[in-house]
T-cell receptor, first 114, second 110 residues
Framework: DTAVSQTPKYLVTQMGNDKSIKCEQN?????MYWYKQDSKKFLKIMFS???????INETVPNRFSPKSPDKAHLNLHINSLELGDSAVYFC?????????????FGPGTRLTVL | GDSVTQMEGPVTLSEEAFLTINCTYT??????LFWYVQYPGEGLQLLLK?????DKGSNKGFEATYRKETTSFHLEKGSVQVSDSAVYFC?????????FGTGTKLQVIP
C-alpha cells in the first residue's frame, strides 16, 4: 500500500535511554516532517526536511536529532529520554513544499517514558 | 507569526444534528487552509482544503469556505453521524510552515 509508515507503533522505555523512531513514505514526496502530539492533542511541528535538507527546526531540545538518509526516510533519534518526552510522534510527508499541498500522516508512535 | 484559533471542545451532538466548528486565523501572504480529522488511535487525514479566498472545500458532507474578509474557515455538516466522532484540526499552510489549531473533539451520540 502507498502510505506513510512508522515503526514502532508503541515504545515504552526508561528515563535516560536513547531510542529511535523510523519513518518511511513511498508516495514519492519531497518533504517530510516530524510532529509531537501531547496528551491534550496539541500538535507541534518539530522538524521539516525537503529533499533530505533540513528546512524547519523548531525549538526542540538538542537531544532530538532527525536523520534523512534519502528523501523517502526521515528517522528521529532521541537521546537521554525524559518523562516530558512522553507523547505521540507523527511523521508526515507532502508532495512539494508548496502551500497548497496537504500533508499525509503516518499512524503515529506512542512513546512512554517511565 | 501565523496562528489558528479553533473553538474549544469537546462538542457533543445527537445524531443528525447540525455541526459547526469555528476556525479563525491570522497570517501574512496567501495561505492555504485545511481541515484534518483524527480518528481514535490513528494519524491525521485530510478532510478538505481551500487554497484561495472564497474557495469552498467539501468532502463526506463536510464543507468549509475560505473567508478572507473575516479570516475564517468554519467547518460545517448538515447531519452528523456517530462515525463522525473524532478530533478535528484546522490548519493553515504558509511559506514552508504548517500551523495547526488546538483541535476540537466531536462526540456524536445515537
Amino acid at each position: 500500500d502507498t502510505a506513510v509508515s512508522q515503526t514502532p507503533k508503541y515504545l515504552v522505555t526508561q528515563m535516560g535511554n536513547d531510542k529511535s523512531i523510523k519513518c518511511e513514505q513511498n508516495l514519492g514526496h519531497d518533504t517530510m516532517y516530524w510532529y509531537k502530539q501531547d496528551s491534550k492533542k496539541f500538535l507541534k511541528i518539530m522538524f521539516s526536511y525537503n529533499n533530505k535538507e533540513l528546512i524547519i527546526n523548531e525549538t526542540v531540545p538538542n537531544r532530538f536529532s532527525p536523520k534523512s538518509p534519502d528523501k523517502a526516510h526521515l528517522n528521529l533519534h532521541i537521546n537521554s529520554l525524559e518523562l516530558g518526552d512522553s507523547a505521540v510522534y507523527f511523521c508526515a510527508s507532502s508532495p512539494m513544499d508548496q502551500n497548497y499541498n496537504e500533508q499525509f500522516f503516518g499512524p503515529g508512535t506512542r512513546l512512554t517514558v517511565l | 507569526g501565523d496562528s489558528v484559533t479553533q473553538m474549544e471542545g469537546p462538542v457533543t451532538l445527537s445524531e443528525e444534528a447540525f455541526l459547526t466548528i469555528n476556525c479563525t486565523y491570522t497570517a501574512t501572504g496567501y495561505p492555504s487552509l485545511f481541515w484534518y480529522v483524527q480518528y481514535p488511535g490513528e494519524g491525521l487525514q485530510l478532510l478538505l482544503k481551500a487554497t484561495k479566498a472564497d474557495d469552498k472545500g467539501s468532502n463526506k458532507g463536510f464543507e468549509a469556505t475560505y473567508r478572507k474578509e473575516t479570516t475564517s474557515f468554519h467547518l460545517e455538516k448538515g447531519s452528523v453521524q456517530v462515525s463522525d466522532s473524532a478530533v478535528y484540526f484546522c490548519a493553515l499552510r504558509g511559506y514552508q510552515k504548517v500551523t495547526f489549531g488546538t483541535g476540537t473533539k466531536l462526540q456524536v451520540i445515537p
